[in-house]
């Protein structure tokens, strides 16, 4: 399966500080995407990375990905209290994607 | 901005009753998708419809079908309702082709199903 196993599957910091989600997965990909849920809602695309990339910025947003470990991170600096929210990553290779868990992340004021 | 909406957000249904849950994107998008989420289970994907009239089973088909008579429209119906089909069902559409595709998934805002 190409489903992406995120970890931790919570976390808890303080307003601020950083935040770090990891991702693992199965299978070759030609995209790995992160998406971001709130409570209650629907998945919104955070970010893409397509397999021939290391490395990704979007404002406060940073994504790894390291096709010989078949990983990927989402670091989330200075994290505000409106990033709590649920985070999955998407492993892309066909015409589905696959979601895990996710990792629930809590930014206490 | 691409839009995909779900006729219900919540829905209180007895069991065995016929469900539908309707979805509808105004993108053009080839690609529709079903899934239902459930705490420490994550997105699991029910079916998907890759064109009109097309589907194809995705990881738990089971006690669904589904209906894609015009392309903006995807419906998911349970035959026969079941108290462990209460969840949270999310639609989204995509493009996976030519120049448009980024890969990217549109959700709606999820229909919340409660199966007494």
């Known amino acids: 399966s190409q489903q992406g196993e995120e970890d931790p599957q919570a976390l808890s910091i303080q307003e601020g500080e950083n935040a770090t989600m990891n991702c693992s997965y199965k299978t070759s990909i030609n995209n790995l995407q992160w998406y971001r849920q709130n409570s209650g809602r629907g998945l919104v695309q955070l970010i893409l990375?397509?397999?021939?990339?290391r490395e990704k910025h979007s404002g406060r947003l940073r994504v790894t990905l390291d096709t010989s470990k078949k990983s990927s991170s989402l670091l989330i600096t200075a994290s505000r209290a409106a990033d709590t929210a649920s985070y999955f990553c998407?492993?892309?290779?066909?015409?589905?994607?696959?979601f895990g868990s996710g990792t629930r992340l809590l930014v206490r004021p | 901005d691409v839009k995909v909406t779900q006729s219900s957000r919540y829905l209180v249904k007895r069991t065995g009753e016929k469900v539908f849950l309707e979805c509808v994107q105004d993108m053009d998008h080839e690609n529709m998708f079903w899934y239902r989420q459930d705490p420490g289970l994550g997105l699991r994907l029910i079916y998907f419809s890759y064109d009109v009239k097309m589907k194809e089973k995705g990881d738990i088909p089971e006690g669904y079908s589904v209906s894609r008579e015009k392309k903006e429209r995807f419906s998911l119906i349970l035959e026969s309702a079941s108290t462990n089909q209460t969840s949270m069902y999310l639609c989204?559409?995509?493009?996976?082709?030519?120049?448009?595709?980024?890969?990217?998934?549109?959700f709606g805002e999820g229909s919340r199903l409660t199966v007494l």
């Open positions: 990375i397509r397999s021939n990339e």
């Open positions: 989204a559409s995509a493009y996976f082709g030519g120049t448009r595709n980024t890969g990217e998934l549109f």
């Open positions: 998407a492993p892309h290779s066909s015409y589905k994607l696959i």
